[in-house]
């Protein structure tokens, strides 16, 4: 069975033909799509509110558009997904319809919003140790969105010659996800999956290694008094909270993907891909400064 087969994911159909499955499945779908539909409109009022009350010098201004743009198109991308996710589970889509392109639908939403989680990442982190001695240097986030771009049309590449969509008409008439079995979508998956371990795992690290830095660069006499408003040449109170939240936050939401890759390969349900979705649109939200 292909199944059987973890470098080969698809869902278990045992599970997702169960009625129990199927209608918390729907209920949860529900509940994500509204919640990112919300975070949508809310986010976007928070930004537009912070532009008229913060004026930025033009070249910064770019950046800062740039990525709230971004922020906005990521958090829309994914509602889209979730959105036709919970029509396609609902059965709204008819039966004479062709599923692979849905398939093909969900399948690159997921992948463009997932392109954009790591550039927004990346551009986070530029903007967080940019102007500050723990900057990494330019090619070294040049090389990061030149893997975002190789990841990109891999991705592509694969999902069109590796997937189809094939009816299922028990318990729901439901358009479903498969995978071509050969060797080369093995390998495909294979490549992908460590792709996206390996941007995951070094997001982490470099979010992680400038306050780990700076706060063994701290004196002892520094840290007693941290706490309190203090300002110093070592180190900025302020600047250390907002270090400390990008890498909480990314921290977060890379272990929360990994677990529901993990979860899929290994169980082959996407319910957690979905739940995760909506985290991972929270975390980006509280990076804005107006999320204190």
């Not at 994500?32 to 928070?46: D, E, I």
């Not at 463009?112 to 070294?140: M, W």
């Amino acid at each position: 069975m292909v199944a059987s087969k973890w470098l080969l994911p698809e869902m278990d159909h045992d599970v997702i033909e169960n009625h129990s499955f199927m209608w918390s499945a729907r209920v949860i779908d529900i509940i994500c799509t509204l919640l990112l539909a919300l975070m949508c409109v809310v986010h976007l009022r928070t930004l537009i509110k912070s532009r008229s009350e913060k004026q930025l010098a033009d070249d910064k201004k770019k950046c800062v558009i740039l990525l709230d743009v971004s922020t906005i198109l990521f958090i829309f991308l994914q509602f889209l997904m979730l959105f036709l996710l919970t029509i396609n589970i609902w059965s709204v889509f008819p039966s004479d319809y062709n599923c692979t392109t849905i398939v093909f639908a969900i399948v690159g939403l997921y992948h463009l919003s997932k392109v954009l989680f790591y550039s927004i990442l990346i551009a986070r982190l530029q903007i967080a140790f940019g102007s500050s001695c723990y900057r990494y240097h330019r090619y070294t986030i040049y090389s990061m969105y030149a893997f975002v771009v190789a990841y990109t049309l891999l991705v592509g590449i694969g999902s069109s010659q590796f997937l189809y969509g094939k009816w299922l008409l028990f318990p729901q008439t439901w358009c479903h996800i498969h995978i071509i079995p050969t060797e080369a979508a093995e390998i495909a998956i294979g490549v992908w999956i460590l792709m996206d371990m390996c941007m995951c795992i070094v997001l982490c690290f470099m979010f992680v290694r400038p306050l780990k830095r700076m706060l063994m660069d701290q004196p002892a006499e520094e840290m007693v008094t941290a706490v309190q408003p203090a300002y110093t040449d070592r180190l900025d109170y302020q600047l250390t909270a907002v270090y400390l939240k990008y890498a909480i936050l990314t921290c977060i939401s890379v272990f929360l993907n990994v677990v529901s890759m993990a979860v899929y390969l290994f169980k082959h349900l996407t319910i957690l891909i979905e739940v995760v979705a909506v985290i991972n649109c929270i975390c980006i939200m509280l990076m804005h400064v107006k999320y204190a």
